[in-house]
């Protein structure tokens, strides 16, 4: 058995958080205790608490990073030279190829069923969607209203969590994608 890492040796902030995502995402947030993370990155506790005071702390920069870097895809397709149209669909396109290149984020990002962290995930999540009503409504000239885009996020979703936990990756399944954005988008562009 090796010896374990000294408070703060060889230990990063990324290396906590990367842990913690997998953990989190194989075993949910409650059965993520301070102690496993540090068992299973092979140091003491101690050392996961010079980067962050408590588990929600981790969490929730996990969270609001995932959330920065959809928000950020989105922004990069709206402010890209395409037509609407075709920002439409590469926005809906963007969003389920992020659930699936990046299903452990996605599952704690849109898939977590726990009270405890409800909150946390709230006020980015809320951010998201509006990000994503404002986007589709500007795009579509305020033919769609808040119910439409919903249902819009919920087909999405709908998507990735039917192929989140298969053997698929996003290319496996990209085609499909594409005719399933289509078949959203034919009655608004």
């Not at 920002?87 to 659930?99: Q, R």
């Not at 299903?103 to 898939?111: G, K, R, T």
Request: charged content about 20%; overall charge neutral; aromatic content about 12%.
């Amino acid at each position: 058995m090796s010896p374990r890492k000294s408070a703060g040796q060889e230990l990063s902030r990324d290396m906590v958080l990367n842990e913690a995502r997998n953990l989190f995402a194989a075993l949910g947030y409650s059965n993520v205790s301070m102690r496993q993370l540090a068992k299973s990155l092979d140091c003491s506790h101690g050392a996961i608490y010079y980067h962050f005071k408590n588990k929600a702390e981790i969490f929730y920069s996990l969270v609001k990073t995932d959330f920065s870097v959809l928000n950020s895809l989105i922004d990069d397709i709206i402010l890209s030279e395409n037509a609407p149209s075709v920002k439409i669909e590469k926005i809906l396109l963007c969003f389920l190829e992020f659930g699936l290149t990046q299903q452990n984020h996605y599952s704690i990002m849109f898939l977590s069923k726990e009270k405890e962290i409800q909150q946390l995930l709230q006020f980015d999540s809320n951010k998201t969607y509006e990000k994503l009503i404002q986007s589709l409504t500007d795009l579509t000239d305020n033919k769609l209203n808040p119910a439409s885009i919903w249902s819009i996020f919920l087909s999405l979703h709908g998507f990735i969590t039917f192929y989140i936990n298969s053997e698929l990756s996003y290319q496996d399944v990209k085609g499909l994608a594409y005719f399933h954005v289509k078949n959203i988008t034919k009655n608004i562009i």
